[in-house]
């Protein structure tokens, strides 16, 4: 080969040099490009799903102990993200629990108590501000489909509280004419809701799982392009229990887990549309419950695990409550945390999670992110969670591992069977003494160790004492300094 001359040899280097600076941009651009479009998908703001049941109990699924209920679908959400076993609700009742979830506050905080009943005149005030609200003020579409239970007159429903879409029943399935439990007369037709207005009287229950589903799913479909907020509230396994043709029947633990199986199909339905719509990466779901099973109904009611007693009582099984959570990537899969959580912690939560913006008035729940995202050595921010009931009564408190019951009178069935067929069984009256449980230790709090631990009794003490001058406690005759009114229908407004 003829050498080639020093000419030629510069031309062709600058060639070269020109084309790899060429190239280098090309991937420097689908770098920063790539960089940009990941930043974007991870800084957009996360969906946020809440499946909520009712009278679910802690033990009433697969991956909480369940043997004869099927519920693969919760138990691959459980394997796909965290369960949490300390999880709590701020009161053992429907009303007061779905309160705390919705405002972040101790639902005797802002007036709400037990459970209200059809022509409440009160409900929840409007200068409470919801996770709804929050969450619309952000651009979130919003949409509850299901038992609402914080006041069924127009002003209270849920479209006036943050919700864009509202379909379902105002409070509980059982607050109609005929039930047993009910006195006749005492409650008008049960009222499907869509909105503000009553669109069907006495809905064929056997088919509310399933039409709260498909909503569900719609909306979801409807609202891809950009972050939603779904709250879909299950009227299920609330007594009555109803399930529909294709479930009656097929488990091994009667009518009671044909129920608990459809609500894990809809969650099953939730969990493959995210799936199909490639939405599950950024989208957070929360399973959980707004109290303990309703342990007069029996065969008709669910377990509360290794928990003492159920719904109505602050007991463990009263108000702790099973918890999953999944958000891919953030949220550990395949992991167990005994930290106790409660679900007034959630909405300051999101928040952050958001960039939402918490309420003027004062709220209760604080920031859990690092608890639940699993960060090594993170523990639960609150000196102490309260556990009210009956109307303001504070009945007990928990700090870490202790759990401290006060004096008061409670409901339980005490080991006894509940009713058969639908038909509950009367409650007992439980004598509670000041009681002190290492929960640890003694989960289903069986052995009082208060008289061998003068010490921590005063330590609990002096935190109840806080609560009882911000909280109240009827108890004791004690006017909480932070409690807000509910809202109130006047005489002059109609329903």
């Known amino acids: 080969m003829e050498p080639r001359s020093e000419l030629d040899l510069m031309a062709r280097l600058n060639r070269w040099n020109i084309l790899n600076l060429f190239a ?30 009712d009278d679910l109990g802690w033990g009433d699924l697969g991956s909480f102990g369940a ?3 099927r519920t693969p679908n919760l138990d691959k959400l459980a394997r796909q993200g965290t369960r949490y076993t300390s999880f709590y609700v701020s009161q053992p009742v429907c009303s007061a629990s779905r309160a705390s979830l919705l405002t972040g506050c101790y639902a005797n905080r802002i007036g709400i108590h037990g459970a209200l009943s059809p022509h409440s005149k009160t409900g929840l005030n409007e ?27 127009p002003q209270f429903l849920p479209q006036n509280h943050g919700f864009d879409e509202y379909m379902g029943l105002p409070y509980s399935n059982d607050m109609w004419p005929i039930h047993p439990t009910a006195k006749q007369g005492t409650y008008p037709p049960l009222p499907l809701i869509e909105g503000t207005n009553v669109v069907e009287l006495m809905p064929d229950q056997t ?61 099953g339905e939730v969990l493959r549309t995210l799936d199909q719509l ?59 945390s005994k930290e106790a959580a409660m679900t007034l912690d959630l909405f300051p939560t999101i ?20 608890l639940l995202a699993g960060v090594k050595g993170a523990h639960n921010p609150h000196s ?73 009794v005063q330590q609990l003490s002096l935190l109840v004492e806080q609560f009882r001058a911000d909280l109240g406690d009827s108890l004791t005759h004690r006017t909480g300094s932070g ?11 109609p329903r």
């Open 24 to 53: 280098w941009c090309l991937s420097a651009s689908a770098g920063t490009l790539g960089c940009a479009a990941t930043s974007r998908a991870s800084s957009s703001p996360p969906n946020i799903v809440i499946i909520f049941a």
């Open 67 to 69: 043997k004869r209920i």
């Open 127 to 153: 200068r409470e501000t919801t996770l709804a609200e929050m969450l619309r003020n952000r651009g979130y579409s919003t949409a509850i489909y299901g038992k609402w239970h914080l006041g069924d007159a």
């Open 207 to 267: 088919q509310l799982t399933k039409r709260y589903t498909e909503r569900a799913v719609e909306f979801i479909r409807e609202n891809r392009a950009k972050p939603f907020f779904l709250y879909l509230a299950h009227s299920m396994p609330h007594a009555p229990l109803h399930a529909s043709a294709k479930f009656k029947g097929r488990s091994r633990q009667g009518l009671y887990g044909d129920v608990i199986e459809e609500i894990d199909w809809s969650v």
């Open 278 to 336: 490639q939405l599950a990466r950024n989208t957070w779901v929360i399973f959980t419950s707004d109290n303990g099973p309703w342990h007069s109904y029996g065969d008709h009611a669910g377990s509360a695990g290794p928990f003492r007693e159920g719904k109505g009582s602050v007991f463990e099984g009263g108000v702790r409550v099973p918890c999953v959570m999944r958000w891919p990537g953030r949220i550990p899969s395949g992991r167990v």
């Open 351 to 370: 928040a952050s999670k958001v960039g939402g913006t918490l309420p003027t008035l004062p709220i209760d729940g604080l920031d859990i992110w690092p």
């Open 384 to 456: 102490a969670y309260a556990f009210y009931y009956n109307h303001g009564e504070l009945q007990a408190i928990r700090s870490g591992a202790w759990k401290l019951l006060l004096p008061h009178r409670a409901r339980g069935m005490q080991g006894q069977p509940g009713g058969q067929g639908g038909t509950p069984k009367s409650y007992s009256q439980i004598d509670v003494g000041l009681e002190l449980y290492n929960l640890e230790r003694d989960p289903g709090e069986k052995l009082n160790i208060a008289s061998r631990h003068p010490g921590r």
């Open 483 to 493: 409690l807000r009114p509910p809202g109130r229908l006047e005489p002059s407004e």
